[in-house]
């Protein structure tokens, strides 16, 4: 089973910066990564695929990079609605999510 | 619309039994692979089973597998799960979810409540 490790756990954040967080793969998914974002009490809701392709809808200040077993994801100019935890989850075979990043209002 | 709605959660004894159903509509369900994905409270996202959109092939995480069986019926547009030999670490949301080949979880449902206690 291939494991997702997400970086860092919690990440403090004011409005208007930059997030980055981290995922990495103990071994190669390719390009087959996908990011998602969750607020409390809702469903996971797809934000990227494929490593870099934004999900429908979903804002041009998310944006996601990497392949093989490092990614990321980059939120730019971060507003009220994104303070979120965020998964990363591959699909090569059987699928598994990494534990998360909390990304909270510094 | 798509719409995902779940149902059937709910309080049951350690060893009891529970059936989980996902009603879909919105788009074409005969022609989706589907999931159950579970969430157990405060915890992080797993995959519990996967039904391909003809039924034919089916997957089981390590830890449900031989208590759990997922089916559909593509007439009625449904997802089932069928919870057996339940345990407290099955004590979890159950989402249904609608998987699209090698691009994610486009579809989530709003998930139902599976309490396992005594």
């Known amino acids: 089973e291939i494991l997702l490790t997400q970086s860092p756990a919690t990440l403090s954040v004011s409005p208007g910066e930059r997030a980055t967080l981290s995922c990495r793969a103990s071994?190669?998914?390719?390009?087959?990564l996908a990011w998602y974002q969750q607020k409390p009490g809702q469903s996971p809701r797809l934000l990227i695929y494929?490593?870099?392709t934004r999900a429908t809808g979903i804002p041009a200040r998310f944006s996601g990079s990497g392949s093989g077993t490092e990614f990321t994801l980059t939120i730019n100019s971060l507003q009220s609605e994104d303070f979120a935890i965020y998964y990363c989850?591959?699909?090569?075979?059987?699928?598994?999510f990494g534990q998360g990043t909390k990304v909270e209002i510094k | 619309e798509v719409q995902l709605v779940e149902s059937g959660g709910g309080l049951v004894q350690p060893g009891g039994s529970l059936r989980l159903s996902c009603a879909a509509s919105?788009?074409?369900?005969?022609?989706?692979?589907m999931n159950w994905v579970r969430q157990a409270p405060g915890k992080g996202l797993e995959r519990v089973s996967y039904?391909?959109?003809?039924?034919?092939?089916?997957y089981y995480a390590d830890s449900v597998k031989g208590r759990f069986t997922i089916s559909r019926d593509n007439a009625k547009n449904s997802l089932y799960l069928q919870m057996s030999s339940l345990r407290a670490e099955d004590t979890a949301v159950y989402y249904c979810?609608?998987?699209?080949?090698?691009?994610?979880?486009?579809?989530w449902g709003q998930g139902t409540l599976v309490t396992v206690s005594s």
């Open positions: 979810a609608r998987d699209r080949y090698m691009a994610g979880v486009d579809y």
């Open positions: 071994q190669s998914v390719s390009g087959n």
């Open positions: 919105g788009f074409t369900f005969s022609n989706s692979e």
């Open positions: 039904i391909s959109s003809s039924g034919n092939t089916i």
């Open positions: 494929g490593a870099s």
């Open positions: 989850q591959h699909y090569n075979n059987w699928w598994t």
